[in-house]
């Protein structure tokens, strides 16, 4: 029991667990949040041009209430959630993807393949270590991944 008792501990306080604990408790407040937005402002400004509040509209089906204007309400509150979480998302694969950019642009290819050996040298070489041939700057020389397959021949 208690080695069980430590596995749960441990996997209780993960940082992933951790993280979408307290996820999970900002969402549930936010929800809050956007929801006395749609009830408190916004069904009311639509009522004024439709003349009712949503929360009013039912329809009675053989002594049975559908309450198709709280169902709007929902609607409502849901395409705002999840409009706000696409606009989170989009900064944050913003602002993650910000530096990445920087990086994939220092890269700079420091190597060529000999034209001659097709061994891969430094792109300032101007002779191969390889097989010493004199490399002048008019050549076609490209990358290891531009060179074909070589097969030994018989």
């Given at each position: 029991m208690k080695k069980f008792l430590h596995e749960f501990k441990?996997?209780?306080?993960?940082?992933?667990?951790?993280?979408?604990?307290?996820?999970?408790?900002?969402?549930?407040?936010?929800?809050k949040i956007v929801n006395s937005l749609v009830t408190d402002i916004i069904t009311p400004l639509i009522g004024l041009f439709a003349k009712q509040d949503f929360n009013d509209l039912v329809l009675?089906?053989?002594?049975?209430?559908?309450?198709?204007?709280?169902?709007?309400?929902?609607?409502?509150?849901?395409?705002?959630?999840?409009?706000?979480?696409f606009l989170i998302v989009k900064g944050m694969n913003a602002v993650a993807s910000?530096?990445?950019?920087k990086e994939?642009?220092?890269?700079?290819?420091?190597?060529?393949?000999?034209?001659?050996?097709?061994?891969?040298?430094?792109?300032?070489?101007?002779?191969c270590p390889h097989c010493t041939s004199v490399l002048t700057e008019g050549e076609e020389v490209g990358t290891l991944a531009d060179t074909p397959e070589q097969t030994p021949e018989d």
């Open positions: 441990e996997f209780a306080l993960r940082g992933n667990v951790m993280d979408l604990a307290v996820g999970v408790i900002i969402g549930a407040a936010f929800q009675n089906v053989l002594g049975v209430d559908i309450k198709y204007g709280a169902f709007i309400t929902n609607v409502l509150n849901f395409i705002i959630m999840a409009f706000i979480v910000f530096g990445r950019k994939a642009a220092e890269e700079e290819v420091t190597t060529k393949v000999c034209p001659y050996c097709f061994s891969e040298i430094d792109r300032k070489a101007t002779r």
